[in-house]
């Protein structure tokens, strides 16, 4: 399976302790240069610098082709250069939360999947028993969501249960 991974899904769940359910759901990983550079900011948290000074053999840091003027004036480097790489690869999956960014990819196509959808897929999976408890942990790491999103996602561990 190829995949492909924005900044934010990385770091919120390295910050909260569970971004092994991404090694866990789709394997090995791909990611854009800029986006290691964002994971490696000084602004990043500490927790998330370190796990990117050793990362694991499951993510690769991958060169793509620049991205073109139409996504870089419409998002930050990072989306652009994973959305880029993505459409480079032909990923089956690009890892991404902010909605410009989604809408852009799948506009392009992309089948996109931000951090609830990979708590959703981790519960199916039984990798993790209560969603709601590792949603908690996610907006403790300051992870953004509309109370809109919230519901959905409660409504759809409801369903799963």
Same mark, same amino acid.
């Not at 791909?30 to 490696?40: G, H, N």
């Not at 959305?83 to 506009?107: C, K, P, T, Y």
């Not at 931000?114 to 990798?127: M, T």
């Given at each position: 399976m190829t995949v492909v991974s924005d900044t934010s899904p990385l770091r919120y769940l390295i910050f909260s302790g569970h971004v092994h359910l991404i090694q866990d759901i789709f394997g090995h990983v /791909?990611?854009?240069?800029?986006?290691?550079? *964002? +994971?490696?900011d000084a602004a990043a948290p500490s927790v998330?610098? *370190?796990w990117i000074s050793r990362p694991p053999v499951w993510l690769e840091v991958v060169s793509s082709t620049a991205p073109g003027a139409d996504l870089s004036k419409l998002l930050d480097q990072g989306e652009a250069e994973a959305?880029? @790489? %993505? /459409? &480079?690869?032909?990923? *089956?999956?690009? @890892?991404? &939360?902010?909605?410009?960014? !989604?809408? =852009? %990819?799948?506009?392009r196509g992309a089948t996109v999947i931000? =951090? +609830?959808?990979?708590? @959703? *897929?981790?519960?199916? !999976?039984? @990798?993790i028993t209560n969603p709601l408890e590792v949603l908690a942990d996610l907006v403790g790491a300051r992870f953004r969501l509309s109370p809109r999103l919230i519901v959905e996602f409660e409504e759809q561990v409801r369903r799963l249960s």
């Open positions: /791909m990611i854009p240069s800029a986006v290691d550079r *964002e +994971l490696r998330v610098r *370190e959305i880029q @790489l %993505a /459409m &480079d690869v032909g990923a *089956e999956f690009l @890892l991404i &939360d902010e909605h410009r960014g !989604r809408s =852009v %990819a799948a506009s931000g =951090v +609830l959808g990979i708590l @959703l *897929e981790a519960y199916r !999976r039984r @990798l």
